[in-house]
């Protein structure tokens, strides 16, 4: 394995980690079987994405370049902004009902490998091989996601309930920046202020 596999596969599985992390801070019961799947559900999707974006070849990158940070920010907006509702309702576990449903580990474990299936694509623009990146973007992912839940828990029993607001906003805020670097990244942000330049806002009549 060479190094750019190995940096890319750590890499890959940071976003995982943090939202983990947020996670695990408002699971109050079922802490093992709720790591275990979050942890098999991010690491099967790192593992599966970049072999996707692999077989499907470059013209997928190109695609999934323009959608990615969007759809990324969308579900975790989703999820978090649920977590966040839930925060202020009465007190109750919130295990398996709000931040450990299936449809929540589902949303979460594809909006942190989207960007695995486009390394994959890369992979497969420069012909080198992506199985052992997929290898390690998965296993490093699953360890990650256990940890990351453990870590997050001992954060929620020390601040409550509370964390769970917490822990949404922080969502919110992994999806905001996801959106944030790739509009930076690929000129979304100069494509607004061209835009902003061409079309000046019109000069009152008589103003000096």
């Known amino acids: 394995m060479d190094w750019e596999s190995a940096i890319s596969g750590v890499s890959l599985a940071m976003d995982a980690f943090a939202v983990s992390v947020c996670m695990g801070a408002c699971i109050f ?3 093992r079987r709720v790591s275990l799947r979050m942890g098999i559900a ?8 970049p072999l996707g974006g692999w077989t499907m070849g470059g013209w997928s990158a190109r695609l999934m370049t323009s959608l990615d940070h969007w759809l990324a920010f969308g579900l975790l907006a989703v999820v978090g902004g649920g977590m966040v509702r839930s925060s202020f309702r ?3 576990p919130c295990g398996e009902d709000a931040a450990a449903s299936l449809g929540a580990l589902f949303s979460l474990a594809l909006a942190t490998s989207v960007d695995a299936f486009v390394v994959g694509a890369g992979f497969a623009l420069v012909d080198k091989p992506v199985l052992p990146l997929a290898l390690l973007a998965g296993g490093v992912t699953a360890l990650a996601c256990v940890a990351g839940i453990h870590f997050g828990r001992l954060v929620g029993c020390r601040f409550g309930k509370r964390v769970e607001l917490l822990g949404g906003t922080l969502l919110i805020l992994i999806g905001l920046n996801i959106l944030i670097t ?3 990244d690929h000129g979304g942000l100069e494509w607004l ?3 902003a330049t061409k079309n000046p ?5 008589g103003q000096v």
């Open 90 to 92: 009465p007190p109750e």
């Open 29 to 31: 019961d079922r802490l």
């Open 182 to 184: 790739h509009l930076l």
């Open 42 to 49: 991010c690491g099967l999707f790192q593992f599966l994405m």
């Open 201 to 205: 806002p019109a000069v009152r009549q």
């Open 193 to 195: 202020r061209e835009t």
